[in-house]
Each structure stands twice: as C-alpha cells, then as structure tokens.
C-alpha cells in the first residue's frame, strides 16, 4: 500500500442484479443492464450511502455498473469516472453458460477451477491475475489521491481487489466475494488499512 498522512475511504460496491445473475449464468463482458430487482437493490444501496463523505466515483464500464453508480449519485452529484480496468473478468467461451452446462461440457475445467483458481485461465478469456491486475492499477491510482471515492464493480473484479487489499492468494478469493448490490468500505488512515464493513447489502 502507498503510505497515507491522512485518512481515506474506499468503498467497494457490486452492480445489482441482471437477468442473469438471476438465472444463474456466467456474466463477463456481456453488456446486460439491470432487471427491475437490480434497480430497486441499487436504489437501496445508493439510500444506505446517502451520507457518505464520496467526493469522486469510479464505474467499470459496463451497463450494469454504470447505471448502480447512476443510481448511487443521485445523492451526491460527485465525477463519474469510466475505468475499463474496473470490468467484470473476461469469460471467454464460458460467457452465457449456466453452471449445469459447464458441469456438462467443461467438468475437467471446473475441477481445477474450484481446487486452484489462480492458476487457471478463462479459455479465450482472461485469467484471475490478469484481472487483478488491471484492476488494482485503478485502485491504486484513487487510493493516491486520498480522497473519499466509490467503486461500482463486479464480483470478480472486487475479490481481486479484496485479495490484493487483505494480502491473500487469489486462491482464497471465496472468501472475500460479495452480493450484488453490497457496499464495502476499506479505511486507509496514517498508513494502516482496515475493513470497516462487509459485504453488506440493503434489501
């Protein structure tokens, strides 16, 4: 971590829900917008924030994120920042499948998928280091400012992050995912850092 002379706090915010998150797919780069819950779960969560100190917001580009991130600054009226390096993992040829099909097609994979996830890569797709790493280079460049920001993200992109922030092998990233539409806030104050909240959603 970079060394802090002031406080900070960076909070963590999975898009809601789509469609498929609902059906259960794989959903990466596919640009799916919000289902009527996703909206009303993005409504809930820009309320819970209503009073954060946010002075900035970052979104990863895709729809889903955009529009919780939208939704969110009704409240704050703070820049909207468009970081690429903030999407979902790429997904490849898995994009679209539900997990009773790759169970089917793709068994083998999802053995080493589930026993050691860091070493594997999406085919055609990405791995999880070349997620995390694409995305960290964005936190790490909002952390410098030392300013009060918000991440709009995906499930993925923010355990990586998470990862990365609690010093843990990507291995372990089960550990740290989270719901959609949860906020998490990590605190940066005079050089230590430490999760305040979560993975806590407003239904």
């Known amino acids: 971590m970079s060394d802090f002379e002031t406080m900070m706090e960076l ?36 309320l819970s924030l209503k009073d954060a100190p946010i ?84 936190i790490e460049g909002i952390i410098g400012k030392s300013e009060n920001a918000l991440v709009v993200s995906h499930n993925f992109t923010i355990a990586a992050i998470l990862c990365k922030i609690k010093n843990i092998s990507l291995s372990q990233f089960r550990k740290v995912c989270v719901d959609t539409a949860s906020r998490t806030i990590v605190r940066y104050e005079n050089g230590t850092t430490s999760i305040e909240l979560f993975n806590i959603s407003s239904r």
């Not at 963590?12 to 779960?41: A, C, K, P, Y």
């Not at 820049?79 to 009773?100: A, K, N, R, S, V």
Request: proline share 4%.
């Open 11 to 46: 909070i963590l915010v999975r898009h809601g829900e789509t469609i498929w998150n609902r059906e259960g797919r794989v959903q990466g780069f596919t640009d799916m917008d919000l289902s009527d819950v996703g909206v009303h779960q993005a409504r809930q969560v820009a």
């Open 55 to 138: 002075l900035s917001i970052y979104s990863s580009p895709l729809i889903r994120a955009q529009n919780t991130a939208r939704i969110i600054n009704e409240y704050h009226h703070a820049p909207i920042h468009i970081e690429p390096g903030l999407m979902e993992m790429d997904q490849g040829d898995f994009e679209g499948l539900t997990f009773q099909e790759l169970m089917v097609c793709e068994k083998d994979f999802l053995q080493k998928w589930m026993s050691d996830p860091a070493s594997v890569q999406m085919p055609n797709g990405e791995s999880f280091i070349e997620l995390q790493d694409r995305a960290w280079k964005v």
